[in-house]
């Protein structure tokens, strides 16, 4: 296993990303183009995180910053009042990316007094989300654990954690053969319920984050026991890869049947395996890392833009993502598979940025009915995540960042 971060690219490649990263960054810097709300995964402290890593990566002093304006800007907005809790918009998500970026020194600000004021509030409304199921990673009760669990010397939040972790149990609907689902509405215009598959918003982000938790000393009992019957559940929904194009379905209901799923962070076989590799290092389950070696060596043979459902280069469900993902496993099992697979993403990356009313000719994915293509500045589906991926691949700088994608 790799113990260092590498660069992955070289020669022309490294050359045509590493002008991508500029010309993201000339834009970036732009105040017009900057979102007006502070959240983390299209807001301001997403961009703000790419200004600390592409300063860092550019030894730009400026470019950092822009981003510590930024950090104060939003601690202005938080003061004037702002009580969204969510990771992806709210408090949950600003809060995690001022820890993360403290502990990874990039910052050196006084934030105490701010945070301190928003634990209890985000403790008791993951609690709440909890009790009334909406246990969802990205916005609902999950992802408020991903910051409190950089604030466990601050009292009451060991508390609050476990009071989730008793909730979160009473939600499990338990099989015959000890394994556990939880159930959510996945088609939104029907009304159908089931059991999400996706990393962004289903059953991998929960055993990724009780990983995380038991690592933590989080009532290391319960939680062993919780991860296992999750993953259990999980892994008995594997598709026969010979009538399928993905190992893993979107999602379980029933009268509803199992589609195979695109090459993504936020759904399908990516995030399943990489969550699954993580959650076996941190419990010691190398028969799960094993697997998920398997399941993400099979991904690298899926190629076909079209097929694949790649439309886009964002993070979330784009080359970029997919890119990143396989530069995560690389640098994890220093396997040469997942850096080709880097290699050929980021190729396809560039090769995305044809709109010429984009951003360094990038747009990201709407459906119609959302307006369409359209230019996005943020972290998750925009450039700033896009240009983030491009400096982990061009550099040794190991991307802290994608702890919010439960990546590492």
């Known amino acids: 296993m790799k113990q260092k971060w590498e660069c992955i690219v070289d020669g022309e490649l490294k050359n045509r990303l590493e002008d991508k990263i500029r010309e993201i960054s000339g834009l970036l810097q732009d105040q017009s183009q900057l979102p007006g ?3 983390l995964l299209a807001g301001k402290v997403g961009i703000a995180i790419f200004f600390f890593y592409a300063g860092h990566w550019a030894n730009n002093d400026t470019l ?17 009042g702002y009580d969204d809790f969510r990771l992806s918009t709210g408090l949950a998500g600003i809060g995690w990316a001022v820890e993360s970026l403290t502990r990874s020194g990039y910052i050196q600000v006084e934030s105490s007094d701010i945070l301190n004021g928003i634990d209890g509030f985000l403790g008791r409304t993951m609690i709440q989300e909890m009790v009334n199921g909406r246990f969802d990673y990205l916005h609902h009760a999950t992802g408020n654990c991903l910051y409190l669990l950089y604030r466990l010397d601050r009292q009451g939040v060991a508390a609050d954690l476990g009071e989730y972790l008793e909730a979160f149990e009473g939600a499990a609907l338990r099989e015959d053969d000890g394994s556990l689902k939880w159930e959510s509405v996945i088609i939104k215009e029907k009304g159908t319920r ?6 962004a918003h289903g059953m991998p982000g929960l055993y990724s984050m009780l990983g995380k938790m038991m690592e933590k000393g989080i009532e290391p009992e319960k939680t062993l026991k919780l991860i296992e019957g999750t993953v259990k559940f999980l892994l008995k929904q594997r ?20 589609l195979a799923s695109r090459l993504a962070w936020c759904f399908g076989d990516l995030g399943i395996g990489i969550s699954l590799w993580l959650t076996g290092r941190r419990i010691n389950r190398p028969e799960w890392q094993s697997l998920a070696l398997d399941i993400m060596s099979d991904s690298t043979r899926r190629r076909d833009l079209k097929e694949n459902r790649l439309v886009d280069a964002g993070l979330c469900h784009g080359t970029a993502g997919v890119a990143h993902i396989y530069n995560r496993m690389y640098q994890y099992s220093g396997l040469p598979e997942f850096r080709n697979a880097a290699n050929y993403w980021f190729n396809q990356t560039l090769s995305m940025a044809t709109h010429r009313d984009g951003l360094a000719g990038y747009k990201a994915f709407r459906t119609d ?3 369409g293509y359209a230019p996005e500045v943020g972290f998750l589906e925009g450039i700033a995540g896009i240009a983030l991926a491009m400096i982990a691949a061009t550099s040794p700088i190991e991307p802290m960042w994608d702890e919010c994608l439960l990546l590492s």
């Open 64 to 80: 950092a910053e822009r981003g510590i304006e930024l950090i104060e800007e939003i601690f202005d907005q938080i003061n004037a």
């Open 239 to 258: 598709l026969d890869r010979n009538r399928s194009l993905s190992n893993f379905p979107y999602s379980i209901a029933n009268g509803e049947a199992p």
């Open 194 to 199: 089931g059991i999400n598959l996706g990393l």
């Open 37 to 39: 709300y502070p959240g």
């Open 369 to 371: 009915n959302l307006g």
